[in-house]
């Protein structure tokens, strides 16, 4: 049996196909009422299953045509529509010559059962008067077709309407959900900018107690010296020895010892006093002055510290925030190297560039760090060390600094005899020499 199916939906017209081409028809499509009356003309099909709403021409447009065709009125006609599905729809459907007016969706076996059925009907009914055509001044038709359209629209505006409706009411409900949304996002945003103002406190007190705790080791020896010098003063004078020349000697050594020490809490006071902004700065140099901080401290404690420089690298960020980073990083390495005791201990520090960023690695020899806790490094409060010795903020806040304060990367890795930090700042261009 061919078949001509006229349905403007795709979706539609693919199920509708699959379903009769699985009785074995041969199935023709049309888009819409005009396609279906040129392929009918050009097909002459055995039956039309025709949608009711279509564009350019609708199903009762093109039932109507049909029927006024002295070739193509024999053609059984038959509705499957989800539209006009109204009882005046239906009789309009079967005054105009339609078989029969199937409410849409059907199941495809019952939709097959009653297409046989109405075709075997249409069979039956070939040995009667052909149905008379209709003149198209007619004016029931036209009556009747006009009322059924305006209902259709007026029931299509209403739905638009209401539909409207929902959505106005929709879009009011999403932006009051957007503006509590909004809100709790500036309440989360302020409690972790709180969050992270006491976590890089409690950073930094963590960082002066160790630089503190380093300038003390620093002083041990100067004070040790000047000690030295006032009993040699003492000395001499009660023997009689003390010369004039000797004492401005003994005066010089303590002045310059008193200077030394002054000039290690300016250097303290300076590293911890807030960045005043942004700014560009050598970072060779920038690590260079901030290891003079713990140059002696490492020494003293057999711990070589070796500075490299590939090419002078130009970095723009703040300056004290990234000596903070480094020196934390390089009280990390000390630690592990002392609870170690490596042999011939070593913090290195390369500066060289990568693809466009500034790369700093920091590595030492002192045994690397477990794999098991080698991806918590870097979290809030994670600390491999005992709760006295410290807050496990240190590396924390050095992520911070360097990814979220300077756009730039930090990593670590264990190498064969320790572990390596890399961190990558964002070139200044044209700062490769």
Not at 11 to 29: D, G
Not at 98 to 121: G, R, V
Request: hydrophobic share 40%; charged share 25%; glycine share 6%.
């Amino acid at each position: 049996m061919n078949v001509l199916i006229v349905e403007d939906d795709t979706c539609a017209r693919k199920m509708l196909r699959i379903t009769l081409e699985h009785y074995l028809c041969t199935v023709i499509e049309a888009v819409d009422g005009q396609e279906g009356l040129e392929l009918a003309y050009r097909h002459r099909p055995d039956v039309i299953i025709s949608d009711a709403l279509m564009p350019r021409m609708d199903g009762f447009q093109l039932l109507r045509a049909l029927k006024r065709d002295p070739e193509l009125r024999v053609i059984p006609f038959i509705f499957y529509s989800s539209t006009y599905t109204g009882e005046k729809e239906h009789e309009l459907a079967l005054s105009l010559g339609a078989e029969a007016f199937i409410n849409k969706p059907t199941e495809p076996a019952e939709l097959w059962e009653k297409t046989c059925s109405i075709m075997q009907a249409w069979e039956a009914r070939q040995k009667m008067p052909a149905h008379p055509a209709i003149d198209e001044s007619d004016e029931q038709y036209l009556r009747e077709y006009s009322q059924i359209v305006a209902t259709k629209l007026e029931e299509k505006v209403r739905e638009l309407e209401d539909a409207l409706a929902l959505r106005k009411q929709a879009e009011e409900e999403l932006r009051r959900l957007n503006i509590e949304l909004e809100q709790r996002v500036a309440q989360e945003v302020q409690k972790n900018q709180a969050k992270d103002r006491i976590l890089a406190y409690q950073a930094r007190l963590t960082a002066m107690g160790e630089m503190l705790s380093n300038i003390a080791h620093q002083w041990r020896q100067p004070l040790n010296n000047v000690s030295l010098i006032v009993q040699n003063l003492q000395a001499e004078f009660d023997d009689g020895a003390l010369t004039k020349v000797s004492c401005s000697e003994y005066v010089g050594e303590c002045i310059n010892i008193l200077m030394y020490m002054s000039k290690t809490i300016d250097n303290f006071c300076a590293f911890y006093q807030p960045d005043s902004g942004r700014q560009s700065f050598d970072l060779y140099h920038a690590i260079a002055e901030s290891t003079t901080l713990i140059k002696e401290d490492l020494e003293s404690r057999g711990i070589t510290l070796r500075l490299v420089k590939d090419h002078d690298l130009a970095v723009h960020g703040f300056k004290k925030e990234f000596s903070q980073v480094l020196l934390n990083v390089i009280q990390n390495a000390k630690e592990a190297i002392l609870l170690r005791q490596s042999v011939a201990p070593f913090v290195e520090i390369v500066c060289s560039p990568a693809d466009g960023f500034a790369r700093v690695t920091i590595k030492d020899n002192g045994g690397g760090i477990p794999s098991e806790i080698l991806d918590k490094i870097f979290d809030p409060y994670f600390t491999s060390k005992f709760k006295s010795q410290g807050a496990g903020m240190g590396l924390y806040m050095s992520k911070m600094i360097i990814e979220k304060h300077m756009g730039g990367k930090i990593s670590i890795a264990n190498t064969v005899e320790g572990a390596e930090v890399t961190i990558e700042l964002p070139l200044e261009s044209g700062s490769v020499a």
